[in-house]
């Protein structure tokens, strides 16, 4: 169904190599694409970043992160948009697919879902006509409930969605992770109607037990609980046809020699998805 030529190779899987040593990986590996972390990105600079990957000939999947819009004090948030504007630059600058947004948790002192959401509306259609001047897709990521009060109150893809179709589709999208949507009843029928709105498409999968720190819970494709042949179908019938990122948070993973990890995504996405 998909072949390898569509693989991007998140940089959070290989979270212990720098750019440099991740893109030496993806040429080694034969893996066309890669998705790009912000702080990776700010060790070497982004001139000299963008530069080493045109060198390289990878494409981009994405630039993770911006968002992180939910804070109480007025400085803090010009801050956070600012710092959101320059994330922005960056991706143009990396030519990236989709700058993702974790929009922010709840806001501290608070326990109001509405307010934070309204605040994380009001921060992208402040990022709105920088990114549409820049040509940057903003890619709204949905997250597992259980991140709603630190990281994410968007819970759903249709929250992701319903926020991403106020603005421009060809400016703000939403980004598919299985790992934080499978679980949802209601996804296919939020999938189907995300049409012309899948900025990215992002592979993990559910483990159990999850680890004390659940945000290293994902694993390698084929390992956990997620259909990924089902749900991938599903994405593609909605007209994704970009890079298909594997993006694995997992110490296990971390902690094991790059080129093995790279070896085993590549089987794994070949098996599952191929």
Same mark, same amino acid.
């Given at each position: 169904?998909?072949?390898?030529?569509?693989?991007?190779?998140?940089?959070?899987?290989?979270?212990?190599?720098?750019?440099?040593?991740?893109?030496?990986?993806?040429?080694?590996?034969?893996?066309?694409?890669?998705?790009?972390? /912000?702080?990776?990105?700010?060790?070497?600079?982004?001139?000299?970043?963008?530069?080493?990957?045109?060198?390289?000939?990878? #494409?981009?999947?994405?630039?993770?992160?911006?968002?992180?819009?939910?804070?109480?004090?007025? !400085?803090?948030?010009?801050?956070?948009?600012? $710092?959101?504007?320059?994330?922005?630059?960056?991706?143009?600058?990396?030519?990236? !697919?989709?700058?993702?947004?974790?929009?922010?948790?709840?806001?501290?002192?608070? &326990?109001?879902?509405?307010?934070? %959401? %309204?605040?994380?509306?009001?921060?992208?259609?402040?990022?709105?006509?920088?990114?549409?001047?820049?040509?940057?897709?903003?890619? *709204?990521?949905?997250?597992?409930?259980?991140?709603?009060?630190? /990281?994410?109150?968007?819970?759903?893809?249709?929250?992701?969605?319903?926020? +991403?179709?106020?603005? =421009?589709?060809?400016?703000?999208?939403?980004?598919? !992770?299985?790992?934080?949507?499978?679980? !949802?009843?209601?996804?296919?029928?939020?999938?189907? %109607?995300?049409?012309? &709105?899948?900025?990215?498409?992002?592979?993990?999968?559910?483990?159990? =037990?999850?680890?004390?720190? @659940?945000?290293?819970? &994902?694993? #390698?494709?084929? $390992?956990?609980? *997620?259909?990924? /042949?089902?749900?991938?179908?599903?994405?593609? +019938?909605?007209?994704?046809?970009?890079? *298909?990122?594997?993006?694995? @948070?997992?110490? $296990?993973?971390?902690?094991?020699?790059?080129?093995?990890?790279?070896?085993?995504?590549?089987?794994?996405?070949?098996?599952?998805?191929?």
């Amino acid at each position: 169904m998909i072949g390898l030529s569509r693989l991007s190779m998140n940089q959070a899987t290989v979270s212990q190599l720098n750019l440099t040593q991740t893109i030496q990986l993806c040429l080694e590996q034969e893996i066309p694409s890669v998705g790009l972390w /912000r702080h990776r990105v700010a060790e070497l600079g982004i001139s000299e970043s963008a530069a080493a990957v045109r060198r390289s000939g990878l #494409h981009v999947s994405s630039l993770c992160r911006g968002g992180f819009f939910t804070h109480a004090e007025p !400085d803090a948030r010009r801050a956070a948009l600012a $710092d959101n504007l320059a994330a922005v630059q960056e991706a143009a600058a990396l030519q990236a !697919d989709t700058l993702v947004l974790v929009s922010g948790g709840l806001v501290a002192g608070t &326990r109001d879902l509405g307010l934070a %959401r %309204r605040m994380i509306t009001d921060a992208i259609a402040a990022l709105v006509p920088r990114a549409r001047e820049l040509s940057v897709r903003l890619g *709204i990521e949905a997250l597992h409930p259980m991140f709603c009060a630190d /990281r994410c109150v968007l819970t759903r893809l249709a929250d992701a969605l319903d926020l +991403a179709l106020l603005f =421009p589709a060809d400016t703000v999208g939403v980004v598919i !992770d299985t790992y934080n949507v499978w679980w !949802d009843s209601q996804v296919a029928a939020d999938i189907a %109607r995300a049409r012309g &709105r899948i900025a990215g498409y992002q592979l993990s999968d559910w483990v159990v =037990p999850l680890p004390r720190d @659940m945000l290293l819970g &994902r694993g #390698h494709l084929g $390992d956990g609980s *997620i259909d990924f /042949r089902l749900f991938s179908q599903q994405v593609l +019938a909605a007209g994704f046809d970009g890079f *298909i990122e594997v993006e694995i @948070m997992n110490q $296990d993973i971390w902690d094991a020699p790059a080129s093995q990890t790279a070896a085993t995504v590549k089987a794994r996405f070949a098996e599952l998805l191929g």
